[in-house]
Nanobody, 117 residues
Framework: QVQLVESGGGLVQAGGSLRLSCAAS????????MGWYRQAPGKQRDLVAS???????NYADSVKGRFTISRDNAKNTVYLQMNSLKPEDTAVYYC???????????WGQGTQVTVSS
């Protein structure tokens, strides 16, 4: 089992920045890709960014150039630096981790990000 705990959400004005953290514990040696998803009210949960254990990254078009995902494998932690935030970035942000052998996905509890205009 893997447990994911997110932190760093909050309320910020448009143009501001936030940094989200997600700490993994448990059977972390089984994890390959880690990532961030977000879900706004009434909408589906969508990928924001992901990063492999080797450091390869993938971003949603809507956040390219503004958000940066990074990973500290020694601390089993993934980060999402969010700059130039927009009101449309408002959502609950979820961390996830994918297990190597069968692509099983673990989810964190989510952290609210609210961007005011």
């Amino acid at each position: 089992q893997v447990q994911l705990v997110e932190s760093g959400g909050g309320l910020v004005q448009a143009g501001g920045s936030l940094r989200l953290s997600c700490a993994a514990s448990g059977s972390t040696w089984f994890i390959n890709v880690m990532g961030w998803y977000r879900q706004a009210p009434g909408k589906q949960r969508d990928l924001v960014a992901s990063i492999s254990s080797g450091g390869s990254t993938n971003y949603a078009d809507s956040v390219k150039g503004r958000f940066t995902i990074s990973r500290d494998n020694a601390k089993n932690t993934v980060y999402l630096q969010m700059n130039s935030l927009k009101p449309e970035d408002t959502a609950v942000y979820y961390c996830n981790a994918v297990r190597i052998r069968d692509d099983y996905v673990y989810w964190g509890q989510g952290t609210q990000v609210t961007v005011s205009s």
